[in-house]
């Protein structure tokens, strides 16, 4: 199994504080290991990035909500997120891996449901979770029972591959990492083009995230502001913003979380879409409190 790169280790707060009550779409908690065991055939472990650092990283950033995303590193053991929103307390929400809706009983879902999860999570074929078509049926019936969104991961070179799985959907659906668009295509990428056309269908959202990892000029990451913009004008309502820490697999040094916050405010473009960004769109989406 590879080593990845922890998160950076001095993160910086932003240039610009974000408004109160600002969320953390996605974030992700790892280890210590010897609490929370990875699972027999994980494609990946991570360094132990825990929800203290979480929280801490969150202060500095001036985020005060988030969503603790459940890593393909422990399957359906979702332990460490219950225990990561035992810790984080009212203003964070956890979002499931949807192997969970197949392997756990009722109750167990139930003891998710309860915590605060409100989303499951499909994530891309190579990092070993892999569902049949009748499972994948199954999982979206439990979802819409729930009330829960379902959330996609793209696989690494965007989601044309994978879009007749869920463009059909009538439920909430979040699509991560801006379909994972490639930015030396432009507009003429059929990933962004079909994100586009999903986001105007009123049920579709999207996570301005992996800014870093999508970008083929580096740091100030530029390339990646025309995909993030045509999302924003596609569905300025149903955008919202993740962090994506520690940033799982990354195979250079994670960047600056503090940078990633100035990138968001060049990406909004003026206080009223960043508000809704990372205000009042996950308010809806995750179920906080107006």
């Known amino acids: 199994m590879p080593d990845y790169q922890p998160f950076h280790p001095n993160p ?9 009550r600002s969320c953390d779409s996605q974030f992700h908690v790892f280890g210590p290991v010897d609490k929370y065991p990875v699972r027999p055939g994980a494609a990946y472990q991570m360094p132990t990035a825990t929800i203290d650092v979480a929280l ?36 964070y929400r956890g979002c499931a891996n949807a192997a969970v809706l197949l392997e756990r009983d009722d109750a167990y ?10 989303g499951a999570r499909f994530t891309r074929q190579a990092l070993g979770i892999v569902m049949g078509p009748a499972q994948f049926d199954r999982a979206l019936g439990r979802i819409r029972e ?28 979040l699509i991560d990492h801006m379909g994972r668009a490639d930015p030396a295509r432009g507009a003429a990428d059929p990933t962004l083009r079909k994100l586009v056309e999903l986001l105007k269908r009123g049920n579709f959202w999207v996570m301005l995230s992996l800014t870093e990892k999508l970008s083929r000029q580096g740091y100030p990451w530029d390339d990646v502001l025309p995909i993030a913009r045509a999302c924003i004008e596609a569905a300025p309502d149903r ?52």
């Open 12 to 20: 910086t707060a932003p240039v610009r504080m974000p408004p109160p």
């Open 56 to 91: 801490r990283l969150h202060r500095t950033l001036g985020i005060e909500r988030g969503v603790i995303v459940q890593a393909t590193t422990y399957g359906a053991d979702h332990e460490v997120v219950l225990d990561g929103l035992a810790a984080a307390g009212p203003g």
């Open 109 to 118: 879902i139930a003891r998710l449901h309860d915590a605060g999860v409100r």
């Open 146 to 173: 729930l009330g829960w969104y379902a959330k996609f991961q793209p696989e690494p070179e965007g989601i044309m591959e994978q879009v007749a799985q869920f463009e059909k959907l009538e439920i909430p659906v």
């Open 239 to 290: 955008v919202v913003w993740g962090s994506d820490w520690p940033h799982p697999v990354s195979v250079k040094q994670p960047p600056d979380e503090g940078r990633l916050v100035d990138q968001l405010f060049r990406y909004a473009g003026d206080d009223a879409t960043l508000h809704k960004i990372l205000v009042d769109n996950p308010a809806r989406l995750f179920g906080f409190d107006a």
